[in-house]
């Protein structure tokens, strides 16, 4: 079964840091781009960025609201995805999905993340 | 990179047909083919429906279809079904390499 499983969520102080995970299974996730989106609570889907695979070097993109403070990264021996979130703001706060690129046709279940004081 | 623009929310009786818009620019909508349309179903992850303007995923309903107009593309949802009842997202590639989506729209089955 093609799967998506997040972990690393939890509430974190402005400022802080968080770094969350995202394990894939049923599919060969080396040949894939992958996504992150958010969804802060009661509000829409907001693409956060994505990685390439190996074959177009890894390069990374992100949305203008979190360049500089978030790095996508990822380990295809381990099938696994990450996104490291530095200087977190109570906007930040939201359920983090990842999803397989191009087309996001597979997502995860989703982990939460809370900044707050 | 600005959302894409839709109705905050459309509504039609069983059986019915609704389209939702979804309005971009000549940077991402207008220039590329690649729009792809979710379903979201309250707490859960969104589902693809539709992906590259036009094309349905095996295992989606038929009464499923997209289009693109300029600047526009619609998602259209025949014979509506009050499991059609969810919040809807229009997504698109962009100029700057990067991926945006629509602000959503709450659909209704009355």
């Known amino acids: 079964e093609v799967q998506l499983v997040e972990s690393g969520g939890g509430l974190v102080q402005p400022g802080g840091s968080l770094r969350l995970s995202c394990a894939a299974s049923g599919f060969t996730f080396s040949d894939h781009h992958m996504d992150w989106v958010r969804q802060a609570p009661g509000k829409g889907l907001e693409w956060v960025g994505r990685t390439r695979n190996k074959a177009n070097s890894y390069t990374t993109e992100y949305a203008a609201s979190v360049k500089g403070r978030f790095t996508i990264s990822r380990d295809d021996s381990k099938k696994s995805l990450y996104l490291q979130m530095n200087n977190l703001k109570t906007e930040d706060t939201a359920v983090y999905y990842c999803?397989?690129?191009?087309?996001?046709?597979?997502w995860g279940q989703g982990t939460t993340v809370t900044v707050s004081s | 990179q600005s959302a894409l623009t839709q109705p905050a929310s459309v509504s039609g009786s069983p059986g019915q047909s609704i389209t939702i818009s979804c309005t971009g620019t000549s940077s991402d909508v207008g220039r590329y083919n690649y729009v792809s349309w979710y379903q979201q179903h309250p707490g859960k992850a969104p589902k693809r429906m539709i992906y590259?303007?036009?094309n349905r995923p095996s295992g989606v309903s038929n009464r499923f279809s997209g289009s693109k107009s300029g600047n526009t593309a619609s998602l259209t949802i025949s014979g509506l079904q009050a499991e059609d009842e969810a919040d809807y997202y229009c997504?698109?590639?962009?100029?700057?390499?990067?991926?945006?989506f629509g602000g959503g729209t709450k659909l209704t089955v009355l």
């Open positions: 999803a397989r690129s191009p087309t996001m046709d597979v």
């Open positions: 997504c698109s590639y962009t100029s700057s390499s990067t991926l945006v």
């Open positions: 590259d303007v036009n």
